[in-house]
Each structure stands twice: as C-alpha cells, then as structure tokens.
C-alpha cells in the first residue's frame, strides 16, 4: 500500500470504521511516523462520513494544545466532479486508549482527567465543543501524558445538531433531545467517561445502543448509583462531582473545565498517600499495560451503531411512544 498518500509508506493498520480506515504511515523521506484516516465513499449516505473527517480537519487547524491531537494535511479526491475521497494527515501518536489502559492508583486516574478537563476547556475556549469524549478518544501515552482524538463531530459551541450524534454510554441529554450544546454538553460526555474509569460500569444515559430511550433521569423512581455506591473506598467529594457532572440538568453540572480541574486537584494529595501506603503494604508489582513498546489499535472513529442519523424512529420503552427519529441528512 506504498501509494496510499505519495511519499508515505504504510507501517499497520490501526483500525477500520464505517467507511473508513485509520493507517500507521511514515513518511520516506524523513522517516519521520504519522497517522493517516482514510476516509471512502461507496454510496450517497457516505457523505456524511467524509464531512465529518473534513471537520476533523477544519477544527484541527483552530486548535493549539498539548492534549489536543493536531491535523497536519487533507487531502480530497473527487471522480466526475464528486467527491469520492478524503484523507487526513494527523500526528501519530504512540500510546493506547483509555479503555485499553485505565490507570490503577486513583492519584494517576485524577491526573489523567485533570488533563482531559484542560484539553476541552482549550477547546471552549476556541468556541468549539467535542461532543464525543468517552474511553476511546482519550490516549495515554508512555509518559503518562494524553491526547484528545477525533473530532469529527465536534461543532461550535451553541449549535443545534440536526441529529443525534454520540456515544450511547457517553451521550449527554440535550444530545439525545437535539437541544442546543454547551460547554456542559462536554461536561457530562467527561462525567460519564470519568464515572466508567472510577467503577467499570458506564452511566445510564437517556439512549441505549438500539436507539431505545430510557426516559429523563429525573422522572426515574430509581436514580443511578453513584460512584461511591459501586465503590464504596473512593472520596465522597469525587463521587459527588461525577454525579453532577451526569446530572440531567445542566444548571446542575459544573459551568465548564476549569470548575472541574479546579475540583479534581485538591484530591490529588490524599488519593497519592493512599496509593503510596498501599504499594507499601502490598510491594508487589501490579502488572499494567506497557505502552512504552505496545503499538496503539485505534477504534473507529465513525460507525453507524454510534451516529443515529440511520435511525429511523425512536422507541420509549416506558411507554408506547413513538417519535420522530433523526434527519438523515448529513
């Protein structure tokens, strides 16, 4: 697959998506590593995939952070006048997921977060929102250090989408009920994502991953266990922000990143002498991923079970209703 971008040569394949196709690459001349999405369009509701690579691009290039991973080039290919292809040219970076590698010491964990929350507040602060955080768009490199992948759906800050977009687990609910975004839309994808890292479970979001409603948290007889609940050693004050970072209403969850960093930085010391005491108490080694040497499977970063924009009703399976599903326009 030499001809796969002039002057680049293929080293793996990192993973495949709807349509698309995600490539380890090095450039021949240099020999300097890049990763490269490669995105195809094999039928009209395709388009929709290669827009959303080519805003990965567009909100790449208004973007300049350490956490935040950086689009270099795009490139577009259209056959009669169509386009039938676009690649992007990324910085490749070297590390494993979240989900892959999700940190053991609580001290490590808070660390990892309070890097994540100053990655997305750099991106409010450009006007833009992700809108799709969760375990497999956050990478941690060797040094412990993260980068915020995939931005494909990403969209300014007050926008309305004209359908559902995100991750079910993760999925805020003014994304489900297509009201406008906030910085608090970010807010609860971080909380749900934070919320899975402290317990194993995901959050209980208004939409499963067969396009079924849960109904509003609020109106639930049962609401859902709080960290603290599914782990009873982690800080209340911890256990208490991640709640109301998942709160259905978003006057209740934190007004942006720097409330959350602001919040997660004082647990830091007791959470490092805990883990410190209990490395001493238990000197064994605890085995944990090696990304020093590991080479990164990254996920897809389109695919229709996550994008309900295919959905063509909407099912309420506490009542009988049915509503409208989404625009399937791109």
């Known amino acids: 697959m030499a001809d796969i971008l002039p002057g680049y040569n293929v080293v793996t394949k990192l993973g495949d998506g709807a349509r698309s196709a995600v490539y380890e690459v090095i450039h021949v001349a240099t020999g300097k590593l890049y990763t490269l999405k490669r995105v195809t369009r094999e039928a009209h509701e395709d388009d929709r995939f290669l827009q959303q690579a080519i805003n990965e691009f567009s909100v790449s290039q208004r973007l ?22 676009v690649r992007v040219l990324m910085e490749f970076v070297d590390g494993l997921s979240l989900d892959r590698r999700r940190p053991e010491r609580l001290d490590d964990l808070l660390r990892l977060f309070i890097q994540i929350a100053e990655g997305l507040g750099a991106m409010h602060q450009a006007g833009i929102l992700h809108t799709d955080i969760k375990p497999t768009n956050v990478i941690i490199s060797a040094d412990g250090s993260v980068k915020i992948i995939d ?22 609910p003014e994304q489900v009920e297509r009201r406008s975004l906030t910085q608090q839309t970010d807010v609860f994808n971080l909380g749900a994502t934070l919320y899975w890292a402290l317990t194993g479970q995901t959050f209980p979001t208004l939409i499963t991953r067969h396009g079924r409603t849960r109904g509003t948290q609020t109106s639930s007889n049962k609401p859902p266990p709080a960290p603290i609940d599914l782990e009873p050693t982690l800080p209340p004050a911890l256990s208490r922000l991640v709640m109301a970072c998942c709160a259905y209403d978003r006057a209740v969850r934190p007004k942006d990143m720097a409330e959350i960093a602001g919040r997660l930085a004082p647990l830091l010391p007791a959470a490092q002498r805990h883990a410190d005491q209990a490395c001493r108490e238990n000197p064994e080694p605890t085995a944990s991923a090696d990304v020093s040497t590991a080479t990164p499977v990254l996920p897809p970063t389109s695919d229709d079970s996550l994008d309900y924009s295919a959905i063509s009703e909407i099912i309420n399976p506490h009542t009988t209703e049915r509503r409208s599903g989404p625009e399937t326009t791109p």
Do not use: M, W
């Open 64 to 85: 300049n952070h350490s956490t935040l991973r950086r689009s270099l080039e795009l490139f577009k290919t259209r056959r009669l006048f169509k386009l039938v292809q």
């Open 151 to 172: 931005f494909g759906q990403s969209c300014p800050i007050g926008h309305r989408k004209p359908r559902i977009q995100g991750t079910p687990d993760y999925i805020a």
